[in-house]
């Protein structure tokens, strides 16, 4: 299964055995990797603000999972919560389940960052999109303890 830092740049060579279904930032290959045309959103490098702009207005999980499949290593605990936000407003179906996976454990690493609002939509966006218990109880434990710390509690 390919990490989060791996991208590929160029289409996925055409022929024998060879089959890709587009997607509006790229193509999906047999090989589970997003091939990203040169001067897509999703595949070239872009600042803070332009990760949240083409956050917001992705119109669905695949754009939203090959944002950040092409962007995952720059994303705060801001783009993480909104991914999040957007991806539990999406039908989620099987074949993201191994990308969710990945912003799971990216989001890990953020949580510490957030601050209420981030973490409500963290948690939120993770319950609707009805990943396995196993998958998210270690965020949902890190969203807990970071709500705890940050004198959330009550």
């Given at each position: 299964q390919?990490?989060?830092s791996d991208r590929r740049?160029?289409?996925p060579m055409r022929g024998a055995g060879s089959r890709g279904e587009r997607q509006s930032y790229g193509i999906v290959g047999v090989d589970g990797f997003i091939?990203?045309?040169t001067g897509d959103a999703a595949g070239r490098q872009l600042n803070a603000k332009q990760i949240n702009s083409h956050i917001s207005n992705a119109s669905g999980a695949d754009e939203l999972l090959?944002?950040?499949a092409a962007h995952s290593a720059s994303l705060n605990h801001i783009h993480a919560a909104n991914l999040w936000n957007k991806l539990g407003k999406q039908r989620i179906e099987r074949r993201h389940e191994g990308r969710l996976e990945q912003l799971v454990q990216r989001t890990l690493d953020l949580v510490s960052s957030c601050d209420a609002r981030a973490l409500a939509n963290v948690a939120h966006g993770v319950a609707k999109c009805g990943l396995q218990v196993g998958v998210v109880r270690s965020l949902y434990t890190a969203v807990a303890e970071a709500a705890v710390r940050g004198g959330l509690a009550g």
């Open positions: 390919p990490q989060h740049l160029s289409p091939y990203f045309k090959a944002l950040f």
